[in-house]
């Protein structure tokens, strides 16, 4: 099977496992959505253990071959309610390969009134941009499962004085957690670095709403800040603010140091500078 799209197929059981337990100590939900599941090693699993699968395939030629081959009973998303339950093999139409980019397609629509989280082994250079979409998305789902980039999971699950843009943001949204590293060696073909297990659970907007401040200008802030991380925040923040006064005294009321980079500093206290 020829590799595409920045695609590397595991071809030991272990990663699988790991996804699979890691995913079966959340709550229940109606749906599992799998993006780029290449040769269906991940979807065989997640078809035996959930009750309905839909994976999102890009790669046309993969996509009928998952057709053909996938030893998984199917089902119609659109034909058709999948049949209910909690974590455990339904014993009926479970799974529906789909022939799409899951960033050009209606994907709302295919998890439309149903609760649903999101498992893949997903290519490296669409991780951050996924997992964007899917958080700010008005139907979230309710975690995430992913394998990604070794280098990318450590900058998800950073904390203070390290932290990332890409961490804040996925912070914001729910609560992340490194499940493992896995080695490229077991990855055919083998890519050039080690891959690792996130989760993302508790997945929500309630920290905007109960906060009641805006995404928009929590990001604009936090991007702002963020575009010169090596200032200090008291000078990275100016243009935000519209002078370097007001930022002073903001920063001032929001208990923190003029001098903090950030990286310094925690979700907590950009809420304190939205809010203050």
């Known amino acids: 099977m020829r590799n595409l799209l920045g695609q590397h197929f595991l071809k030991t059981r272990a990663p699988i496992e790991l996804m699979l337990k890691s995913a079966k100590e959340e709550p229940a939900v109606d749906l599992i959505l799998e993006v780029g599941p290449g040769q269906g090693a991940l979807t065989q699993e997640l078809a035996k253990t959930f009750p309905a699968v839909i994976a999102v395939e890009k790669d046309r030629q993969l996509a009928e071959w998952l057709k053909r081959n996938l ?99 996925i912070q914001a949204y729910g609560k992340p957690k490194l499940i493992a590293r896995v080695s490229k060696k077991e990855f055919l073909p083998q890519p050039e670095v080690d891959s690792a297990i996130i989760k993302i659970s508790g997945i929500s907007k309630d920290f905007f709403t109960k906060n009641k401040i805006s995404e928009k200008e929590f990001f604009i802030l936090a991007k702002t800040a963020f575009s010169q991380k090596r200032k200090q925040i008291i000078n990275s923040l100016e243009k935000f603010y519209g002078s370097k006064n007001l930022a002073a005294a903001q920063i001032k009321k929001a208990a923190l140091s003029p001098t903090s980079r950030p990286q310094e500093l925690a979700l907590t206290h950009w809420l304190k500078l939205l809010k203050t």
């Open 71 to 169: 030893e998984v009973e199917k089902f119609s998303a659109t034909g058709g309610s999948p049949p209910a339950g909690r974590h455990g093999a339904p014993g009926g139409r479970n799974c529906e390969i789909i022939t799409a980019d899951i960033l050009k397609i209606d994907w709302p629509k295919l998890v439309s009134g149903k609760s649903y989280a999101l498992i893949a082994n997903i290519p490296y250079y669409l991780t951050s941009r996924l997992i964007r979409v899917f958080l700010e998305a008005d139907r979230q789902p309710s975690y995430m499962v992913l394998m990604v980039q070794k280098e990318v999971a450590e900058r998800i699950v950073a904390e203070p004085p390290q932290m990332t843009l890409l961490s804040l943001s």
